[in-house]
DNA sequence: AAGAAAATTATTGAATTCATTTTTTCCGTT
DNA sequence: AACGGAAAAAATGAATTCAATAATTTTCTT
């Protein structure tokens, strides 16, 4: 295991970079938590793995310390449990997890499409439109895979749209941790109610175009509620 | 400065604990994290202080090291900024901050009534209805310091009664967030809407009543897009 | 040979150490 | 006296070290 990620497979300490002449900055502050987190939520470990803390540090180049400052912080966004005197496990999201995710999820969503309709422009709009016709296109001819990314980036869109740049970062720690399970067989129940839900996000638009936000804010947290529901029937955790 | 909280003022490693059969958990782990937290948050250090790492480790009885992963964590929860090799600050609030804060708690606590109106009991229902009551005594006496105490444990219990973890540590965390800034004379500025917001109250408590959830939602929402209202009219940051 | 106890090894949590960077102090110049 | 810059002091970031705890292996007993 451990796909190599590295950059200074070893000895990073102790020897200056024979290359070119780096920028200053690039500390390792938030790097190694940007690096870390990445690597959890791409699936390099699989729930309910311990993290090995000894490996990673080699992988990244890092001594202990700021590696395990990374890992506080992935357990405080419920990336990870830490058990006392064994280690970080990477926390498994149970039923309830998601239940609970998908709810917050399309709590926040609801609102960025409330905020949307007050601050969007009219290039944010078409953008919009310009990705809900693309995913369109993938529906009519069956891509899956293509109207999954089209979801999700005009979901993004308006987050963005929502001109809150909390709100934008609490969502996207929501969606990096439901990123692990996005891929999974799970999801691919949402073909079942695709059609419903291609009607869903025609309503979603037509509430933006018509900058109605109580009636978008509805609509997100129901499609979202709807999306939860295609996964309630799953059998696992 | 530096309120005196210590336990263990000095030489705590190295030495066991002479009292009783203490339970063998007790482990310093979200201990440092919540002692510190709740030392920002509850505004030892003003806005824009530099967290003082030696003095808070003298106060705690620990080494940096624990110190430092606590303040990663409170940056990654925004109430801290990490300027690189310059150490920690607290965070002060914008005005803009401010805003969005009070947006994403009104689509929080939205969300939040939607739920409880979903799985509230009776219980929690008559609970709250006793709190409401009380907040109205407080307001028909104008005792603004019970009005707000009760206010809160309001909105903290149909938070509750949404019956979502996952949510309720959301909100938990934007609340200690905005309690730096609660008391001050910004929030007495509530006192020009007071009946306007006792009147929203009214309509809160009617809609949980009648679990009308979308109604209920919507209410939220704009009982804190008010509240925003009020300060935005403030003069600084 | 199976299981229990002991010894060994590895891991964890936290203190300490060390190099680097920043901040402060001190001193000389104008 | 004000300014600029060198030297000293303090802080930060990260590696290393060390005691404790847990996991593993080995040895002993039956």
Known sequence: MLKSLANKPEKAAGEAEAAGPQPPTASLHGEVLT????????????????????????????SRTPLREALKVLASEGLLDLLP????????????????????????????????????????????EGLHYEMYACYLRRDLHGYFQY???????????????????????????LRRVRYSANLARERDRWSEAMREHEAILDAL??????????????HLRNKRSALAGGDEN
């Open 35 to 62: 690096r870390l987190r990445d690597y959890i939520v791409e699936g390099n470990l699989a729930d309910g793995d311990r993290v090995p803390e000894r490996e990673l540090c080699a992988l990244f180049g890092i």
């Open 151 to 177: 979801n999700q980036k005009i979901h993004q869109k308006i987050v963005a749209a929502a001109g809150n740049a909390i709100l934008a970062s609490t969502y996207a720690s929501f969606a990096g941790r």
């Open 209 to 222: 175009r018509r900058k109605a936000g109580q009636e978008l804010s509805d609509i997100m947290f129901h």
């Open 85 to 128: 005197n064994r280690g970080a496990r990477v926390r498994a999201l149970t039923k309830r997890d998601l239940t609970e995710l998908f709810d917050v999820m399309g709590g926040l969503e609801g609102l960025a499409g409330r905020l949307a309709c007050e601050n969007i422009t009219d290039e944010q709009l078409a953008e919009i």
